[in-house]
C-alpha cells in the first residue's frame, strides 16, 4: 500500500532475425536522414534500456539549507539503490556528506522523510540499518546518538537560549513491537539517548517546529482511524527551554487536514490547511486565522513521508509557494500582508522540498517534462532559474520523448475523471499503417496521492518501445481538492476500478490504442487495483501487479501503525464491515482472473507483507491461470537494488512481448509464464 516454487522454464526468443534487421535499418536510416523504419508497436529498439534506466535512476529529496549549504538526500545507482546525504555551496560542485556506503533513511512510519538536520557544525542523520540517528562533524566519523528499538525523524535544533541543548524530533518507539509509540521528544546534545517525551498525547506526531523568538513550538498531531490528509491539527505549546506547556489547537479537525506550519520573524504562524475544499497557505496571528491567497488550486500533497515542505518564507511579507491545479504544478511569490500572487513562467511541471537560500532566492526540487528532476535556484524578482544539480543523464533524444497530455474522461454515474495521456513516441520509427499500438494502463499507490506529468523514464522506457501509456488519476487521488480526494472514502476497489476501466475505454473508443492488446500495472494500493480490475472485469488482457493487495482483512491484520486503520475510511471498520471486506478482496473472485498475470514482490516488505503476493499466485496457479512471480530478498516496499529494477523491467517487457504477440528488440532473460501457451 517470496519465494515461488521451483517450476520448469520454457526459453523464449528474443529478437527475429527480422526484427534485427530492423533495428539495423533504424541506425542506418537515423544516420542518412532516410525517417523512420516501420514496425510493429512493443518491437521499437530504444537507448532507454532496463540496465541504463537503472544506472541513472537517480533522484533527489530532502532538501534544505543551514549555514549557507543546501543538503539533500541522493539515490546512488552504484551503491544499490540507497540514499546518501549530500550538500553544496553557491554552484560549487556537490559532494557526499555521509561515509559511502551508509543508507540515510528513516523508517518512522515506515515511508520515513525527514531523516537527517543540520545543527552548528554537525550534521545528525538516521541511518537505514539500525534506525539510530548519527552524530556526524566534517573533521570527523560519525558517532551513534541514540539506542537501537527507536526511530527518529523531521528533527529540529533547540533554541540557542534553551535550558538543555538538543534535538527536538518525531520519534517512533519499536521497543515493544505490538505497541509502537509515537511522540515529541528532545534528544539531549552532546551526550545523546532516547529523548525525554515532550509530548505523547495523539496517535501520531509531526512538523515540530520553533518560533522566531524560541518561546514556542508548532506541532502536527492526528489520532486513528484517520489519515493525516484526513483530520490533523496544528497545535502550539509553549517552551520554557526544556519542556512543553499545555497544548492549544490551532486549527484543524475531524474535517480539516492541516500540515507545514512555519513561522515567521514577526511569530504570525504559516500553515496549509484544506478547509476551503482546497490545501491553501493560512496565516494564524494575535488577530486570528486568515486566508493568504485563495485560490482552488493545492498548495500540498498528502503527508505520506515527513518533512514536505510547500512554501518558503522570504522575509519582507513575501514567500515563494507551490501550488497544483489540475494535477500540474506551478510558482508563485505571494504578497502575505496583502494577498496578492505572483505566477512565474518556469519550465517544469513539479516542484517539492522549497527551501528559502536568502531574501531572493529559494531552491526546490523541480520536475520537467521532457528531462530528469533537478535541484534549481530561483530568483523570486526576475523569475530567472539556475539549475544546480541534474539527476542524471537524458537518455533519450528530445522527439523521441513522450510528453504528458492531461486527459479528463467520462467514468460511471456522470462523474469525470482524470488522467495523464502519453502517446508511442521514437524519432527512429513508427507504427504499421492501419495498426494501433498496445495501451499500458499505469496505477500509482497510496491510493491516496497522485499521478505526476514530470518526466519519468519508467513512462518513456514502453512509449519509446510502442507503447502507448495512460497513468489514471482515479476518484480518490489527491491533486484535485478535498471532494475529489474523498470520492474513494467508502469505495475503494470500486471508484478506482471504474475509473482505469474507463480511461482504457475512452482511448480505445476514440481510436488511439488497440482495445485487444490493452495491460494494467501498479504498485501498492496500484497492485490491488491491478488485481481487482483483472478479477472483475475484462477490459485489460494482461495485468502487472507489484506488491499489490489481495486480502484485505490479513492487510488489516498485517500492516504497521501509520496505516493500520487507513482502510477503515476507504472501506469500513472491522468487524462491522467484514462482508465487504470479503467482497473486495481479489482473493475471493478467483473465478475472475482469466488473463495472464505476472506478480513482483520484496521479501522484506513491512507494507503489503509478502503472504497478500504468495496467497494471489498460488491461487490462481491452482485454476491454471497464466502467472509468473518474482521475489526478492533484501526488498522492502519498492524496489532499490539495480539489479532487481532491471530484472523487473526486462520481465515485464518479456511478459506483454509473448502475451501480445510481438518480439522486443531487447535481449531479454528468459521469462516462464506457467500455463501459458501462445494460442491464449
Known amino acids: 500500500m517470496a519465494r515461488t516454487a521451483r517450476s520448469r522454464r520454457r526459453r523464449f526468443p528474443v529478437c527475429s532475425v527480422v526484427l534485427l534487421t530492423l533495428c539495423m535499418a533504424a541506425r542506418v536510416s537515423a544516420a542518412t536522414g532516410s525517417g523512420p523504419v516501420t514496425a510493429p508497436y512493443g518491437s521499437w529498439s530504444s537507448p532507454l534500456t ?50 559511502e556506503g551508509v543508507d540515510v533513511r528513516t523508517r518512522v512510519h515506515e515511508y520515513g522523510g525527514a531523516p537527517y538536520v543540520v545543527a552548528g557544525d554537525v550534521v545528525y542523520y538516521s541511518q537505514s540499518a539500525d534506525q539510530r540517528l548519527y552524530a556526524l562533524k566534517e573533521d570527523g566519523g560519525p558517532v551513534p546518538l541514540t539506542p537501537v528499538g527507536y526511530r527518529y525523524a523531521d528533527c529540529t535544533p533547540t533554541p540557542a537560549k534553551a535550558a538543555v541543548s538538543g534535538l527536538v524530533c518525531v520519534r517512533e518507539d519499536h521497543t515493544d513491537a505490538a505497541q509502537v509509540r509515537n511522540a515529541l521528544v528532545r534528544v539531549a546534545l552532546p551526550g545523546g539517548g532516547s529523548g525525554e517525551v515532550l509530548y505523547g498525547d495523539s496517535d501520531f506526531v509531526a512538523y515540530p517546529r520553533f518560533s522566531r523568538d524560541g518561546r514556542r513550538l508548532a506541532f502536527i498531531t492526528w489520532n486513528h482511524p484517520h489519515m493525516p490528509w484526513d483530520a490533523a491539527e496544528l497545535k502550539v505549546a509553549k517552551f520554557d527551554g526544556q519542556h512543553l506547556g499545555t497544548a492549544t489547537t490551532i486549527a484543524g479537525g475531524a474535517a480539516e487536514a492541516v500540515l507545514d506550519p512555519q513561522w515567521a520573524a514577526d511569530n504570525t504562524l504559516y500553515f496549509v490547511s484544506d478547509r476551503s475544499g482546497y490545501w491553501n497557505l493560512y496565516a494564524h496571528s494575535a488577530a486570528g486565522v486568515r486566508a493568504v491567497w485563495p485560490r482552488a488550486a493545492e498548495f500540498a500533497k498528502p503527508l505520506l513521508m515527513l518533512g514536505q515542505a510547500n512554501y518558503a518564507l522570504l522575509g519582507e511579507n513575501r514567500a515563494v509557494a507551490r501550488f497544483g491545479e489540475q494535477g500540474l504544478d506551478r510558482l508563485a511569490v505571494i504578497d502575505l500582508k496583502h494577498g496578492g500572487g505572483r505566477v512565474l513562467n518556469l519550465p517544469y511541471v513539479e516542484y517539492s522540498q522549497l527551501t528559502r537560500l536568502d531574501a531572493r532566492h529559494v531552491a526546490a526540487i523541480a520536475g520537467s517534462a521532457t528531462g530528469p528532476q533537478s535541484i534549481v535556484r530561483i530568483d523570486a524578482v526576475s523569475g530567472s532559474v539556475t539549475s544546480l544539480r541534474v539527476a542524471g543523464h537524458a537518455l533519450l533524444a528530445p522527439a ?126 496500484g497492485g490491488y487495483t491491478v488485481l481487482a480490475a483483472l478479477s472483475t472485469s475484462d477490459v485489460f488482457r494482461a495485468g502487472a501487479d507489484y506488491f499489490g493487495i489481495s486480502d484485505m482483512t490479513a492487510l488489516a491484520r498485517d500492516t504497521h501503525k501509520f496505516e493500520s486503520h487507513y482502510i477503515d475510511t476507504l472501506i469500513g471498520p ?92 531487447d535481449k531479454l532473460p528468459a521469462l516462464a509464464i506457467e500455463n501459458f501457451t501462445s494460442k491464449q
Open 574 to 665: 472491522l468487524p462491522q464491515a467484514q462482508a465487504t471486506y470479503d467482497s473486495r478482496s481479489p482473493l475471493n473472485h478467483l473465478d475472475g482472473f482469466k488473463v495472464p498475470l505476472i506478480v513482483f514482490q520484496g521479501a522484506d516488505d513491512p507494507v503489503v507483507p509478502p503472504n497478500q503476493s504468495g496467497r494471489i499466485v498460488e491461487a490462481v496457479r491452482a485454476r491454471r491461470t497464466p502467472v509468473a512471480y518474482l521475489i526478492y530478498d533484501g526488498e522492502g516496499h519498492g524496489f532499490r537494488n539495480p539489479k532487481n529494477v532491471i530484472r523487473s523491467l526486462q520481465a515485464e517487457l518479456s511478459f506483454y512481448g509473448q502475451v501480445f504477440g510481438f518480439t522486443p528488440a
Open 400 to 525: 523521441s520523448v513522450s510528453r504528458a497530455t492531461p486527459i479528463d474522461f467520462p467514468s460511471v454515474n456522470g462523474r469525470v475523471a482524470h488522467a495523464f495521456y502519453y502517446a508511442p513516441i521514437n524519432a527512429e520509427f513508427q507504427g504499421p499503417k492501419g495498426s494501433l499500438p498496445p495501451l499500458l494502463t499505469l496505477v500509482h499507490g497510496g491510493p491516496t496521492w497522485q499521478a505526476s506529468p514530470a518526466y519519468a523514464s519508467r513512462v518513456q522506457f514502453w512509449t519509446s518501445r510502442g507503447f502507448a501509456v495512460v497513468d489514471v488519476n482515479y476518484g480518490g487521488s489527491s491533486g484535485f481538492g478535498r471532494g475529489y480526494r474523498e470520492e474513494l472514502n467508502g469505495n475503494w476497489g470500486i471508484i478506482d476500478v471504474e475509473d482505469v476501466i474507463a480511461a482504457a475505454s475512452f482511448l480505445g473508443r476514440a481510436g488511439r490504442v488497440d482495445p485487444a492488446r490493452t495491460a494494467i500495472s501498479g504498485g501498492s494500493a
Open 50 to 99: 532496463a540496465e541504463a534506466l537503472a544506472a541513472a535512476q537517480v533522484s533527489f529529496d530532502n532538501l534544505r539549507n543551514a549555514n549557507r549549504r543546501l543538503y539533500w538526500t541522493e539515490t546512488v545507482p552504484n551503491a544499490g539503490g540507497i540514499p546518501s546525504l549530500f550538500s553544496m555551496t553557491g554552484d560549487a560542485e556537490a559532494a557526499r556528506v555521509t561515509p
